[in-house]
């Protein structure tokens, strides 16, 4: 071989070895390692603390008890927001969940890590497959989560019920919901951006993206600055913005929402009782 086809050969060889390098980066696991599974994203990606309208106040008929409407009109409309969002994410979540419970991930051919492992959700049991890796390029782990059931009406086989990408460092992202009701001609109904920078703050916005719903394009923002709770509603139809405040710590909060008190702003305080202004 003469020095110049050597050489071409050579340099041939070399341009290889970078692709490959290349190819075999784009689903590394987190560094340093390329067997170490990447992390898990917060379960607050996908989940509101909303436990201040898990039930309703207490001695509501009690004699000569302080009239409770500001925080009980907060506590309907929570609770058919809450049911609405859980129509398309709460299965989702609890399945998601379960994977942080002591499931231990497999590298597997495809390049990716998978935590495969079963839940049970009230009747239903799902075989949950969450396929997680690195895309390098981008700077992003990228997942999916693959569900059957036969218990599940229709029945699932490997749906790809959601999908994500989260920033390197874990703390943003965004989850894509697909219809479960539909799983051989997927749809998209409910995209999730957010941002859980550690565990007193929180920024998440539920986008409705269904294209045949009436309610397209409305949006629930749910933000957490320590112990103040903001839940803001836009109706994209009526083009009106609503808000839910509350405060974990007290109890106390308020609701500015366009059909009640005319949109002006009603508080309650730390035992749900009505009050004409900011609680002290």
């Not at 050579?10 to 490959?20: D, N, P, R, T, V």
């Not at 539909?182 to 859980?196: C, M, Q, Y």
Request: some cysteine; charged content about 20%; aromatic content about 12%.
């Amino acid at each position: 071989m003469n020095q110049s086809l050597k050489n071409r050969f050579i340099i041939g060889i070399s341009i290889l070895a970078l692709l490959l390098s290349i190819v075999s980066c784009d689903k590394n696991a987190t560094e340093p390692g390329k067997n170490t599974p990447p992390p898990l994203p917060p379960a607050e990606s996908m989940q509101m603390n909303l436990s201040l309208f898990d039930s309703q106040p207490n001695n509501l008929l009690a004699k000569a008890a302080l009239s409770k409407n500001n925080f009980l009109a907060a506590f309907g409309r929570v609770f058919i927001i809450n049911t609405v969002v859980r129509v398309a994410a709460i299965v989702p979540t609890v399945i998601f969940v379960a994977a942080a419970s002591d499931k231990q991930p497999e590298l597997q051919e495809d390049g990716k890590f998978h935590w495969i492992y079963t839940v049970t959700n009230q009747s239903e049991t799902f075989v949950a497959d969450l396929a997680g890796w690195i895309d390098t390029p981008a700077s992003e782990i990228v997942w999916e989560m693959y569900v059957s059931s036969t218990t599940h009406n229709p029945i699932l086989n490997k749906f790809l019920w959601y999908e994500g990408r989260v920033k390197i460092g874990n703390k943003e992202g965004w989850w894509l919901f697909y219809d479960d009701k539909s799983p051989d001609s997927p749809i998209d109904v409910l995209k999730i951006d957010w941002e859980v920078p550690d565990n007193e703050h929180g920024h998440l916005k539920l986008t409705n993206v269904h294209q045949a719903s009436p309610d397209l394009g409305d949006t629930l923002t749910y933000i957490k600055n320590n112990k103040e709770n903001f839940l803001y509603f836009y109706d994209a139809s009526k083009n009106e913005d609503n808000t839910i405040f509350w405060n974990t710590q007290t109890g106390a909060g308020y609701i500015q929402w366009f059909d009640y008190e005319k949109g002006v702003r009603s508080y309650w305080d730390e035992n749900q009782n009505d009050i004409p202004a900011p609680p002290m």
